[in-house]
């Protein structure tokens, strides 16, 4: 239904920032909500970010409340994970996906049902 690539990861010391980006494509005239999760190697896959299709609502996971944001840009079909304050701890593969506008439970991966490939996120000492 929407295809999504991720971009903007990188290698990046610690107190330092990033800048993720989702590009959807495909039937992208309907609405759909946005979230991004994480997945760092022996670890379950974390939700992060969420952001309503219309971008009124907005929502952060604990790890990141107070460092990081999301916004979108539905004029260009992509949203953004502004990620301050990095630390080591942050370090994993991070993923967009999108599902049909809803409001319930944004941080149930389950519910979404399309998936980038995800972007490289690794936080230096």
């Known amino acids: 239904q929407v295809q999504l690539v991720e971009s903007g990861g990188g290698l990046v010391q610690a107190g330092g920032s990033l800048r993720l980006s989702c590009a959807a494509s495909g039937r992208t005239g309907g609405r759909y909500d946005v979230g991004w999760f994480r997945q760092a190697p022996g670890k379950d896959r974390e939700f992060v970010a969420h952001?309503?299709?219309?971008?009124?609502?907005?929502s952060i996971g604990k790890p990141a409340s107070g460092r990081f944001a999301i916004s979108r840009d539905n004029l260009k079909n992509t949203v953004y994970l502004q990620m301050n304050s990095l630390k080591p701890e942050d370090t994993a593969r991070y993923y967009c996906a999108a599902r049909g506008s809803s409001t319930a439970d944004p941080d149930r991966e389950s519910s979404y049902t399309d998936w980038g490939q995800g972007t490289q996120v690794t936080v230096s000492s």
């Open positions: 952001i309503s299709a219309g971008g009124g609502f907005k």
